[in-house]
């Protein structure tokens, strides 16, 4: 996966992305490339990638957003 | 969720006494987006997990409509007079929060929208008020004089604030002050897009079996970057082609639907051709993210 160094992405992304400055068509096409040349970056970033995601699941957001929610309104 | 978190959801529902909450968006699903989604999985989640959750928000025309999705909650959809400072115009939502607002113990409500910002202000509701904080204001910077108070007053109001990650809390001017009500709540990845997305994505290989395929996904506004991204599909050879996939038509549709129906047809873009297909990214191998221009 390619994605902007830019706002959260690399905060959301981590090591999971090859990354490029989104306001530049240089760094985009440079980016491009290598994935269209590079098949085991493509490859590695696809398994670090679904490795990532996989800690972002809703059952623990539901689990903490259950405990954010006011004593009162729980009990 | 997980069978196994929405087990664990259950059974803690089934300990606690009854409780509705009331979840507050700018839209909602069919109408596509980075917090209608969100929106749309705490509904359906929480009402899974046996936590009544009903949904406010905005229409996309000037009638008020009341659905009832699969999931068993309503869904009120406000009048709108259309949009304006990137805010939808939905007066209706002002008497119908004051309305809700005693029916649910808990409002839950998205942030950034000035809308529902003024009807909990009017409402001034007795229950518990959850903010989800999904940005700060940044581009509207004349109306964010006039909203900054509103704001704050729902800052201090809120019991629970919601940020989508620590690093957006601490770097956030707003939330600042209000740092000991903040909880941080990722955003979830839904795995329910399923078969249906593996058929599509067979079909857009078989379609560009002859070209390398670079596939990017993000709803189609002016600050997700796609311009530059078209410029850059057009420095590619001639056997690549960039697919941008995304939502035409944002139209609020009365019927059912299915978070599926996000993935519709737009353009592809590639070495200066754009032409119309779609669709979803499973299985494609070289994927660029949309990114957010306004943070």
């Given amino acids: 996966m390619g994605a902007a160094h830019a706002a959260s992405i690399p905060e959301v992304c981590g090591d999971a992305a090859l990354y490029f400055d989104p306001l530049s068509v240089d760094a985009i096409v440079a980016a491009m490339r290598r994935f269209l040349t590079e098949d085991a970056l493509c490859q590695q970033l696809r398994r670090t990638g679904l490795a990532r995601a996989a800690g972002f699941g809703w059952g623990p957001a539901a689990v903490v957003l259950r405990g954010a929610l006011p004593v009162e309104s729980r009990a | ?16 006494p009854r409780m509705k909450v009331l979840q507050i968006s700018k839209f909602f699903p069919p109408v596509m987006g980075g917090i209608e989604s969100v929106a749309w999985e705490l509904a359906e989640g929480l009402n899974r997990a046996g936590v009544r959750t009903d949904v406010l928000c905005s229409n996309r025309s000037p009638v008020t409509t009341r659905e009832h999705p699969p999931g068993g909650y309503d869904v009120l959809r406000s009048a709108s007079w259309g949009m304006f400072q990137s805010t939808s115009m939905a007066p209706a939502m002002i008497p119908q929060l004051c309305r809700l607002a005693d029916e649910h113990e808990v409002l839950h409500v998205h942030m950034p929208d000035p809308m ?34 509103l704001q704050q007053w729902l800052l201090g109001r809120a019991d629970a604030v919601v940020a ?77 082609v960039v697919l941008i996939g995304a939502k035409v038509n944002c139209s609020t549709s009365t019927g059912p639907w299915s978070p599926g129906e996000a993935w519709r047809e737009r353009s592809i873009c590639g070495a200066h051709q754009r032409r119309r297909a779609a669709e979803p990214f499973r299985g494609v191998r070289r994927f660029l993210l949309a990114f957010d221009r306004t943070r």
């Fill in chain 2, 1 to 16: 969720m997980g069978a196994g978190s929405r087990g664990a959801a259950r059974r803690a529902a089934r300990r606690e």
């Fill in chain 2, 116 to 149: 529902a910002a003024i009807a909990l202000w009017a409402a001034r509701p007795r229950g518990k008020v959850v903010v989800h904080w999904h940005s700060d204001v940044i581009r509207q910077r004349v109306a964010l004089r006039l909203y900054q108070p």
């Fill in chain 2, 164 to 240: 989508t990650s620590q690093a957006y809390a601490d770097a956030s001017d707003v939330l600042r002050p209000w740092r000991q009500k903040v909880t941080v709540i990722p955003i979830g990845i839904s795995d329910n897009h399923g078969q249906a997305c593996n058929e599509k994505a067979a079909a857009i290989r078989q379609r560009f079996r002859q070209r390398r395929i670079i596939f990017s996904l993000g709803r189609m506004t002016y600050y997700k970057g796609f311009d530059v991204l078209i410029d850059a599909a057009a420095e590619l050879p001639d056997d690549c």
